[in-house]
């Protein structure tokens, strides 16, 4: 057994996409891009249908992870995921399928945060961590964070990922206010209006042992 950071995504409402080919092809592309760009284990692969899955050796290079691909998918494709932490058994090596504690700790967690988005005042939960260890210091602090985290995005539009998008790949505002077809000051107003505080919040969730 290996302990590990195990993440579950799953794509919400797949069933009513008009294209799911191209739901299939989007998603897949974006999980190559983010396993390259956040080196994990074992890369993010689709494992069924609209799941995937994939494994890391630090909680904040999962964290890392799943904020790299909302940043790809949405707000087109909204995502949910589940992240866990503990042993992991490789049951064979072929197929690559495994099982144990870390896998089941992650299925709690996506099981929670479908769980969570049904209650009033909590629709906008997309990302919850559990720890098979009896006792992980870290959990509550995290989850916090991510209620945050996940309440804050929420209501980002679609502008406002671009321009998140282009501040993350170091993009001057004009550059960025050039392609979207608006002005040097909408994106300095969106800019000042909290996202640098967002994303120094995913750094430090980035650098969690």
């Given at each position: 057994m290996t302990s590990?950071?195990?993440?579950?995504g799953d794509?919400?409402?797949?069933?009513?996409?008009?294209?799911?080919?191209?739901?299939?092809?989007?998603l897949t592309l974006a999980l190559d891009e983010v396993s390259r760009e956040v080196p994990g284990r074992h890369a993010l692969r689709v494992t069924a249908g609209d799941e995937f899955q994939g494994t890391y050796v630090r909680l904040g290079e999962a964290l890392a992870g799943v904020f790299a691909l909302r940043l790809r998918l949405s707000p087109e494709v909204g995502v949910r995921f589940g992240i866990g932490r503990g042993d992991v058994t490789v049951l064979d090596e072929a197929t690559g399928t495994q099982d144990g504690p870390g896998w089941w700790s992650a299925r709690a967690a996506i099981d929670a945060v479908k769980a969570a988005e049904q209650e009033t005042g909590w629709s906008a939960t997309r990302t919850a961590y559990r720890s098979s260890q009896e006792s992980d210091p870290v959990q509550e602090a995290v989850n916090a964070a991510l209620v945050c985290q996940d309440l804050l995005v929420d209501s980002w539009d679609a502008r406002t990922w671009s321009i998140v998008?282009?501040?993350?790949?170091?993009?001057t505002h004009s550059d960025i206010a050039s392609e979207l077809g608006i002005s040097r000051q909408a994106v300095q107003q969106r800019r000042s209006a909290g996202l640098p505080m967002v994303l120094a919040a995913a750094d430090r969730l980035a650098s969690l042992p």
């Open positions: 590990v950071v195990t993440v579950i794509v919400r409402d797949s069933r009513s996409a008009p294209d799911r080919q191209q739901l299939h092809d989007v998008r282009g501040i993350m790949q170091g993009r």
